[in-house]
């Protein structure tokens, strides 16, 4: 049987680096798969690197998921290895790969990625993805070392968490935050369905949507097709969220809109 190594980066495509880190992967273990989740998270942004892992994870095959979006790399930030129940994650513990740990059940163990024998040496300390995340990934999912083997263990408690908003249901609106914007342009907020059905506002309903000074009346929908061409809706998303899209354009563009604003739905 096929191993499986599940990569997600803010590497882009423009340089090597995402092709360096498959090649240490296919040396050190060459029957191992890699499936790319996602190399386009905003360079940095550990937050979005971390939703879009967790919101992989209940569909990709179990082995070992690896997260590098990583600012501190080099610094006293811990490079770790995490075991759960549904196998292995491996990046930098920065809060990248907490929401996705939780979400399969949280971590059995933990270990630093701190023994020379899985190391590529390096003369930089700038690219822990081909140093040590790419080959603690591949002798994980190969099986030819144990995360024991890999350094020292740490408390599982004692990872950095990531912190994600909750929305606020009031007597007449729900509060949250825009979260994520896709390539398409549609904006994900932290709100979901339930929190407006506590409202009174359920699919086909109109509503008021304000972001910073900006209002509008948009109508919650279940998919793109029940709005004209143009339209702004507000549509239940693949997730079970609800984002602000227009049909065939972009919601961010149309709202100047961008990440974690604060966005509130209430009954007209």
Avoid: C
């Avoid at 049987?1 to 050190?28: N, P, R, T, W, Y």
């Avoid at 407006?196 to 900006?214: R, T």
């Avoid at 143009?230 to 079970?240: F, K, N, P, T």
């Amino acid at each position: 049987m096929s191993s499986f190594v599940s990569f997600l980066s803010d590497f882009g495509h423009e340089d090597e680096f995402v092709g360096v880190v498959h090649g240490v992967i296919a040396k050190l273990s060459p029957d191992t798969r890699v499936i790319d989740i996602n190399h386009s998270i905003h360079p940095g942004s550990v937050r979005s690197g971390a939703l879009s892992l967790m919101r992989a994870i209940q569909y990709l095959p179990e082995g070992v998921a690896l997260g590098v979006v990583d600012p501190g790399v080099g610094t006293e930030r811990l490079p770790i290895a995490v075991q759960t129940d549904w196998g292995y994650f491996v990046g930098p513990d920065n809060g990248l790969l907490s929401p996705a740990v939780a979400m399969v059940g949280g971590a059995r163990i933990a270990h630093t990625l701190t023994n020379p024998e899985f190391l590529i040496p390096s003369a930089g300390a700038t690219f822990d993805g081909r140093d040590r995340f790419g080959p603690a990934a591949a002798v994980l999912a190969s099986g030819e070392a144990r995360i024991e083997d890999l350094g020292d263990e740490i408390n599982p408690a004692s990872l950095t968490p990531m912190i994600l908003p909750l929305p606020e249901v009031g007597e007449n609106q729900v509060s949250g935050h825009t979260w994520w914007i896709d390539r398409f342009g549609n904006v994900q907020t932290n709100i979901g369905p339930d929190e407006l059905a506590e409202i009174g506002i359920s699919v086909g309903d109109a509503i008021n949507v304000k972001i910073g000074v900006n209002e509008q009346e948009v109508k919650l929908v279940d998919t793109f097709g029940r709005v004209a061409e143009g339209d702004l809706m507000a549509v239940i998303d693949s997730q079970g969220l609800v984002a602000l899209a227009v049909r065939q354009g972009r919601a961010s563009d149309q709202l100047s809109v961008g990440l974690e604003r604060p966005v509130t739905f209430s009954r007209i």
